[in-house]
């Protein structure tokens, strides 16, 4: 674990994971590194338009 800044705010997060799994044929290891960690954001408005006036 380490800490990293990310958008002006430190964060204690992961360097390595690993995870191993197997039955009685056969064996995965996965490994992962992490690096170059960032902030990612997005903005979204919903408007909805008046419904149109119904007139005989």
Sequence with gaps: MHRVEI????W???????STMGNTEIL???E???SNYRK???DSTVTF????????
């Design 49 to 56: 338009a008046e419904p149109e006036s119904e007139t005989p």
């Design 40 to 42: 990612f954001a997005a």
């Design 28 to 30: 995965t290891n996965n």
């Design 12 to 18: 204690l997060l992961p360097r390595h994971a690993s």
């Design 7 to 10: 958008a002006g705010q430190r």
């Design 32 to 34: 992962v590194e992490f």
